[in-house]
């Protein structure tokens, strides 16, 4: 069965191949590579904000001049933009291809003894508090919407509360990296933003089924099976990948070798989880914990260990880079995104009381377990910093860009953009300036 799915991806990629030519892909990437290398300058040089934010804000920037000048001054440049744009699947690009390697990027610098510290709280914070945060922000969506003239049935606010509740661990990498916040508070927000991602992941499938399928069972077993599989199943899978590669690596000492090895890692792994129908952005989390400790410790010399980092990391900062530049032109596929700001910045304020709420509730609770030897060393500075860097980014995008189409699509597009650059924007520009006056009065 593995074979038989896997020959498919092999015959899909095929087709892919012959519908779009070499060059057409190399004209595309060489445009975004381009665009995203003068944007870092332009923010190096003049704008001087953390690289991916500050190549995002430039780059809706240009969005803007496009629309308002673009068709009087060079209508054919605009038109040629506008299809090369549209021609991206954002949602494919990012959650089938991009977050993998992020994901395992970021996770193979995280410490595993920092993690093994704050075990308890970081999966309770990356589970429940993800989907009591998606419940509490469809209740107050679905109460406050009509306030403004909006109706939306209560499936479609859960389904934006479980697309908008995880805190994107792309962004939240990205930005704490620049940030300057401090080392065991930045463990503690990357800890929950790279498990909860694929939590969000699964219950978002869940829910789309519900909203759009009349004949899905929507019974607690098959709900929680599903759940179940696609959860554990990703976990399994990272695990036995990221021992595996530890295993091989042992008997090499070759940084090329290594570097491919871990290349296969995240492109194979993709295809065994989708073949298979578990989590792959769990699976790339945990193989890359495990390569990143394990099997530095045990299988690489000094110099594989620098060259291994320094490719991934070189891996992260450009894909980082192209996709902020992606958040920042998806600006021109919204051409109604003012009617909706009013929505959206009540919205904004939704999600940040969801996420206050989602954080505190939970932190709380652990006074009930300390009997057991259970207990939260987040403190109240901790809270703090863990709520406003709470960051939502391109996942979030992504998983709207794939509702299928229909009256509710654009609203809640339009919705969850306002959201994303407030947090990737506002939050993201603060929260080393937050994180810094908290540890001050502590």
Same mark, same amino acid.
């Given at each position: ?321 192209? &996709?902020? /530049?992606? *958040?920042?032109?998806?600006?021109? !596929? ?6 909706? =700001?009013?929505? +959206?910045? $009540? ?63 654009? &609203?809640? /597009?339009? *919705?969850?953009?306002?959201?994303? !650059? ?6 993201? =520009?603060?929260? +080393?300036? $937050? ?8």
């Amino acid at each position: 069965m593995l074979i038989e799915d896997l020959s498919f991806y092999l015959r899909k990629g095929k087709d892919i191949f012959v519908k779009i030519t070499f060059m057409e892909l190399y004209y595309t990437f060489s445009v975004l590579i381009v665009l995203a290398s003068f944007f870092a300058y332009l923010n190096l040089r003049f704008l001087k904000l953390p690289g991916t934010i500050g190549i995002m804000i430039i780059a809706m920037l240009v969005s803007v001049g496009i629309r308002l000048l673009g068709d009087s001054y060079f209508p054919a440049t605009t038109k040629h933009f506008f299809a090369l744009i549209k021609e991206f699947d954002f949602n494919e690009i990012l959650m089938g291809a991009m977050l993998n390697f992020l994901l395992f990027a970021g996770a193979l610098h995280v410490n595993m003894a920092d993690l093994k510290e704050q075990k308890v709280p970081i999966m309770i914070y990356s589970t429940v508090s993800v989907v009591l945060s998606a419940l509490i922000i469809s209740m107050l969506l679905f109460y406050i919407a009509p306030f403004f003239g909006i109706r939306i049935p209560y499936l479609f606010c859960l389904v934006f509360g479980t697309l908008i509740s995880p805190t994107d661990p792309i962004v939240v990498l990205g930005v704490l990296k620049q940030a300057k916040v401090p080392k065991r508070i930045e463990t503690k927000i990357v800890g929950e933003s790279l498990f909860n991602d694929g939590v969000a992941v699964v219950m978002f499938a869940v829910v789309m089924e519900m909203a759009t399928n009349p004949t899905f069972d929507m019974s607690f077993g098959s709900i929680a099976w599903l759940f179940a599989k696609e959860g554990i199943g990703g976990l399994l899978l990272g695990a036995v990948l990221g021992f595996t590669a530890s295993k091989v690596l042992k008997k090499i000492d070759d940084y090329k070798v290594s570097v491919l090895i871990t290349l296969s890692i995240v492109m194979g792994g993709f295809l065994i989880a989708k073949s298979l129908h578990v989590s792959s952005p769990l699976a790339m989390v945990v193989a890359g914990l495990i390569i990143g400790n394990y099997g530095k410790k045990v299988a690489m010399s000094e110099v594989t260990k620098d060259y291994l980092e320094k490719f991934w990391e070189l891996i992260d900062e450009i894909l980082n880079a192209i &996709l902020f /530049l992606f *958040i920042g032109f998806e600006l021109l !596929l919204l051409p109604n995104l003012d009617k909706q =700001l009013v929505i +959206g910045l $009540v919205t904004i304020l939704i999600v940040l009381f969801a996420r206050i709420s989602s954080i505190v509730l939970p932190w709380k609770f652990f006074d009930i377990f300390k009997f057991f030897g259970i207990k939260s060393a987040y403190n109240k500075g901790s809270l703090t910093v863990l709520v406003w860097g709470g960051i939502r980014g391109g996942v979030s995008i992504a998983l709207v860009l794939s509702l299928p189409d229909g009256e509710y699509k654009n &609203l809640l /597009l339009e *919705i969850t953009y306002i959201v994303v !650059l407030f947090s990737i924007v506002v939050q993201g =520009l603060t929260v +080393g300036k $937050v994180a810094n006056k908290v540890l001050e009065k502590e």
